[in-house]
Structure formats: structure tokens, C-alpha cells
């Protein structure tokens, strides 16, 4: 089934210092894992097969594993049979529909 | 407190229906607040200060309540004493830190 | 409608420090509240009117509010028209639909 | 690292029908996979290493795929590094410092 995931993901016991290097090397294992995502001010989406996409969540959390010892995470799903290039099709589908374009 | 959100709302009793045309709806109410936001595949951030987006969150919920026996809604809140423009900010933040920007 | 939420907040910024002295205040707010409410492991679900339970997580924020200066939260919300002891009757509601009870 | 998971997941297409027999078939695989859980009325926590909760997700997945056009699930992990009956452990130590327990 393709899923659409928006995950959240960042070390708990850094807390003087900014999140943002967490973010950017979970950012780059998404990258090469070469699914298409998107970065967003609270997440990032990752669209691909369910296997495929939770290959990668478990890869993002080996990246902080190694150097944080509390990680919180945060997912949320839309899986659908028979859907592609799902990520541009809802966001599409929703402007199509606003009352202004 | 400045609070960047991550809203996701639809109704769950429109099963064979499209979910678009509730998303466009709700994001209309959202552009009516004048608050900055970007819709997202999996749902809309939005920043304000954190009355501003409550406020925001119940419009939302008023929006699709006449038309809807059962409402499902998630929301992920990143609030921050004394920070200004932070959607831009924490996107900016995390693309500096990449390994090939 | 008839709310129920899942509710996390904490502060991010308290280095090294436990956080149960702050979900505890939380968890102070929420019972002087009067709505049905019950802790868990990840969260702490409460019940009532949409409205009753907006003005409790408005409570939990001001309750943290002073002595944080950066909070994250995440709601979980599933609304109802005309359901009543919401809380207990989910949870029974899959009980009894379970294989083996 | 020791893993706590509140999970949530649904078929999204099952028109005007009760969700709880599909929230029974996941509790009943989550039960199978003899891992620690505890059902409250938005989810269900489950405690174990990562790679044990993340394989019972996709059990849970597993089991409502053949029969779900759509699924949707939230996940909102706690990892903790040499934590043990993280559990119990969370629940106890807010409620010890609740004002009045």
C-alpha cells in the first residue's frame, strides 16, 4: 500500500542546544534513502511503499541512536490502496477545491 | 508564547466521500484568520501567538461541526518564548545544516 | 460534541531534569478541571464538551507557561455528537470484540 | 533503547460502521506479540525495544491490509536508553508528585 508519512523525530536530552543538526542528518538519511519527501516547520512527509517507509523511520532513529539517550518521535499515516504520487495529488486535490485558488 | 501547529481535522464519517472538500474548507477558515500557514500533504502548519492559533484550531472545528457527526483531529504544538517568524526560521535552520544544502 | 483527547505537554527546555514534576502540575490542572480524565504511560486522556476540554489544554499551557520557555505538545482528538461516557464505553466497546476477553 | 509506543490505527473506509472490531483485531495481534501494552480510549501503549515495537506496528498493519482500502495510524514514541518497565515507571513517578496523590 503507498503510504504518506509525517514524522517528527528529535534527541530529548540536548536541551541547551538547538535541534536543527538532529533534524538536518535525520533530513540527509531521508534523502538517501530516495523516497520523495518534504520538509515542513514541524516534520517531514515521506511518501513511498508502507516497507519502504518504515525502513526509513527505523534508519532515521539509528542516525540519533548512537549519540542521544532519550529520542521522541512522532508519526502519523495515510495509507491507501492503488495510489500514486500521492503527496501532490492531496495537496492538489485540496487547492482545486478552496473557494480561491 | 509564539506557537508553530501542525493540524490535521476530518470528519470520519464520510467514508466513500473525497476528504478534499472538508481540507478546503478548513483551510479557507485558516486564510480568513490572517495568520501565516502552509498546507502540507499531511496537514497545515500554522504560527501565531498561542491564543491566536487556539483560536484558529476551534474555527476550524466549528467549520466542519454542522455538517459532521464524528470529527478526528491531531495536532503537534512547538511554542518558543521570544522567537519571531519561526516556520521560516526552523526551515532555514535545518537546510544550512545539511550535509549538500 | 462530546471530545475525546489524548493530551502530551511538557516543557523542552529543562536539561537533565526529570519531566514528571511538570506532568504532574499538568495532571493537577486537569483534575481540578472536574472532567473525566485517566492517565497513561504516553498521555492523558480526557473527556467533555469540545469546549470544556479546549479550556483545560489552554489551562495545561498557562500552567507551564511561566517557567518554560519552550513546549511542546501533541493532541489527539476524537468528537462525537451524541455520545455520552465516551472513555469507557471505547475501551469496552473493543473488549468485548476481542478473541479471548 | 527501551521503546514506548502509544499507537492508534484505523481503517478509514469503512462506512457507518463501529471501528472496534477492527481495534479488537489489533489488540489481539499487539496480545500475540507478548510485548507490554495497555489499551486506553485513544490508543494503545506497547513497551519494548525498538525493533519489537516496530515489528508489532507492522503486524498491526499487516493484519487490516487485506480487508482496508485505507488506513490511518498515529504513533508517539518515548525512547529511553537503559530504561526498564518504563511503563509502570512513568505512571508511578507522576503520581508521587501529584499534590494530592
Not at 15 to 26: F, H, Q
Not at 32 to 37: D, F, N, P, V
Not at 60 to 75: A, H, K, N, Q, V
Request: aromatic content about 4%.
Amino acid at each position: 500500500m503507498n503510504a504518506i508519512i509525517d514524522l517528527s523525530i528529535f534527541p530529548m536530552d540536548k536541551k541547551g542546544e538547538s535541534l536543527s543538526p538532529y533534524v538536518a542528518r535525520v533530513l540527509d538519511v531521508i534523502r538517501a534513502s530516495g523516497l520523495k519527501h518534504e520538509l515542513n516547520p514541524m516534520g517531514t512527509c515521506i511518501e513511498g511503499e508502507w516497507d519502504e517507509v518504515m525502513r526509513v523511520v527505523d534508519a532515521c532513529f539509528r542516525e540519533l541512536e548512537p549519540d542521544s539517550d532519550r529520542i521522541y518521535l512522532t508519526i502519523k499515516a495515510d495509507c491507501r490502496r492503488d495510489r500514486e504520487d500521492g503527496m501532490n495529488a492531496k495537496v492538489r486535490s485540496v487547492r482545486n477545491k478552496q473557494s480561491r485558488p
